[in-house]
């Protein structure tokens, strides 16, 4: 397997488990958090591999999201379709 492959794996992992854990902790469908979570800057800069941020832990990287872009939580502003 490429290095490309295995950074690509890695990442959609780590989606996967940013998703889980984020719907986990504020309550959330996995729909509402994905949701969330594909509308913030964090997921943006973890696909573009930006500073290395996506090899934080993944309680960091969600406390970051709740810290960082708290506008993400408020008033639903995200709905599913």
Wanted: charged letters at 30%; glycine letters at 4%.
């Amino acid at each position: 397997m490429s290095e490309e492959a295995l950074e690509w794996s890695y990442r959609e992992e780590l989606d996967e488990k940013l998703i889980a854990s984020l719907a986990e902790m504020k309550d959330l469908s996995l729909e509402k958090a994905m949701d969330l979570y594909y509308h913030s800057r964090i997921a943006r800069l973890i696909g573009e591999g930006a500073q290395g941020i996506q090899y934080l832990d993944v309680k960091v990287l969600i406390q970051m999201m709740l810290e960082n872009e708290p506008e993400l939580f408020e008033n639903d502003q995200f709905e599913i379709n």
